[in-house]
């Protein structure tokens, strides 16, 4: 069974994620809130599957310019931490509707995705201007603007839900991160000193 989960991370997630759009879809009588959520969910979808199989590439991205090796196995596995963040950030901000600093840190994690994904064309140094999961991050980033411009208008949310909503998705999202660097055995804390000294050697 492990084995079976590690092989088949982005597949169990993607089945999981489907039942959870379809079990929205027969609740009916969604909130808007909700409705973005939903939204996210399909997009989060489609970003893995763009973003690591079609057509894919963005961990051998990352592999390069910290300069490291992952193998077939680690790089299938590396979808379970993934997949975990992503259904908190389905499952939470659906049931918490009510509690706009969920939906802040959604869209801004919408927003975060769009922007790596458009400054990592730089990074990386790619031959095109394109990173493995740029189109469906750029959607994200729309859709994020957009829940925060909805929660604005509508008075959703009180000051303290757009200034902690952000530190919500980082505290999340590192530890997401330094989950994934863990198993392809480096210390998190060093990702940004390898980054750099490979920014530095192409430029």
């Not at 808007?32 to 051998?60: D, S």
């Amino acid at each position: 069974m492990k084995s079976f989960i590690k092989n088949f991370a982005l597949e169990i997630y993607t089945v999981i994620a489907m039942f959870l759009i379809t079990g929205a879809a027969l609740l009916g009588d969604l909130s808007v809130v909700q409705k973005f959520v939903v939204v996210y969910t399909c997009l989060f979808i489609l970003h893995e599957w763009e973003e690591f199989k079609y057509p894919g590439g963005f961990a051998e991205l990352i592999a390069k310019t910290i300069q490291i090796r992952l193998s077939a196995e680690t790089k299938r596995a590396s979808r379970i931490p993934t997949g975990i963040f992503l259904l908190l950030f389905s499952i939470v901000p659906f049931c918490c509707d009510g509690k706009a600093l969920f939906a802040v840190a959604l869209a801004v994690f919408g927003i975060f995705e769009g922007i790596v994904h458009v400054v990592g064309i730089r990074i990386f140094h790619t031959k095109k201007t394109y990173t493995p999961g740029m189109i469906t991050a750029e959607i994200e980033l729309i859709a994020g603007i957009l829940l925060i411009i909805y929660l604005v208008r509508n008075h959703l949310g009180a000051w303290y839900d757009y200034v902690f909503g952000p530190f919500v998705f980082l505290a999340c999202f590192m530890t997401m991160q330094k989950t994934l660097t863990l198993m392809v055995g480096i210390k998190y804390s060093n990702v940004p000193k390898l980054i750099k000294q490979q920014w530095q050697r192409k430029n």
